[in-house]
């Protein structure tokens, strides 16, 4: 019997994905596979993609491992140039520009697992159809289903979310691991990783979810002048960590709703906590305020 345990989005998290793997040694994995998002956000991001490298794990690229090889490529769209919105691209740069760029520069954008015991799985980021499209737990068989077009095989996994997800579109079941570096259900410091077996021709899913410890990594962001370096977005994304809830995204939308053109002033962040942030938050995300 085939067993898979499938991680996603592990942003640089490394207390996280050690408390992963220590839970991974209570049970008998055939294969590690990774959804892509190794890095970004956390500050491990190096220490992520070594150990990923010496695990020897299948892996793709998500759209954060595109912000790190394309960034100052002609491949980059020009807002990306635009600091005060991006300005933890050179961040993450100079974490992992050269030897490591190169390896993750050789990673694959999808990936077909196709064992023996159970019905191949196509995995993706995203969607099938780009590493920046979501799948959200709350869209509707509507929203989904354009997204599936061309998919052959009966099992989707996509990340990029950080939101568990079991259900089934037009014959595809869909699968979302959640996300290994951080939850955004609300839930400080866990790490969420999936197992698949393979019982009966089918996969057998059973979701995990593993404490750990947060400390270093807030730590290991204020070492490094985190929020100084990258501002108003550097502090938000010190709050996802800190609350498990999406924080910038939703501050990005009401900026460019109520401020569009302003830079990004730390003034606007108490601005922002007085409004109502769930109005600028995905449905998915609105169950966790």
Same mark, same amino acid.
């Given at each position: ?154 099992? +989707?996994?996509? =990340?990029?979310?950080? !939101? #568990?997800? @079991?259900?089934? *579109?037009?014959?595809? $079941?869909? +699968?979302?691991? =959640?996300?290994?570096? !951080? #939850?955004? @259900?609300?839930? *400080?410091?866990?790490? $969420?990783? +999936? ?95």
């Amino acid at each position: 019997m085939t067993q898979l345990a499938i991680l996603a989005d592990i942003h640089g998290n490394m207390p996280a994905l050690e408390a992963v793997i220590q839970d991974l040694r209570h049970v008998a994995v055939d294969h590690v596979v990774v959804a892509g998002d190794c890095i970004n956000w956390g500050p491990f991001s190096l220490e992520v993609v070594e150990r990923i490298a010496r695990e020897a794990w299948a892996v793709i690229r998500g759209n954060n491992e595109f912000y790190l090889l394309d960034y100052q490529t002609g491949r980059a769209p020009p807002a990306w140039n635009t600091l005060s919105d991006f300005p933890v691209l050179p961040w993450l740069h100079d974490q992992l520009h050269g030897r490591w760029q190169d390896t993750i520069a050789a990673w694959a954008d999808t990936l077909q697992l196709r064992y023996a015991d159970a019905a191949p799985i196509r995995v993706v980021h995203g969607s099938p159809r780009s590493a920046w499209e979501a799948m959200h737990p709350t869209d509707t068989d509507e929203t989904l289903a354009p997204m599936l077009k061309g998919v052959s095989e009966s099992v +989707l996994i996509a =990340g990029h979310t950080h !939101l #568990a997800m @079991d259900r089934r *579109v037009n014959g595809t $079941r869909i +699968l979302n691991p =959640g996300s290994v570096g !951080l #939850a955004l @259900d609300g839930h *400080v410091a866990l790490a $969420r990783y +999936l197992l698949l077996d393979a019982v009966d021709d089918e996969w057998r899913a059973t979701f995990r979810s593993v404490p750990f410890d947060l400390e270093p990594v807030l730590d290991e962001l204020a070492r490094q002048r985190f929020v100084e370096r990258c501002g108003v977005v550097g502090q938000l994304i010190v709050e996802e960590f800190q609350t498990a809830r999406l924080r910038l995204y939703p501050f990005m939308q009401w900026h460019a709703h109520h401020f569009p053109g302003l830079p990004l002033m730390s003034d606007l962040l108490a601005r922002f906590t007085d409004a109502d942030a769930s109005a600028y938050r995905p449905a998915a995300y609105q169950q966790f305020d």
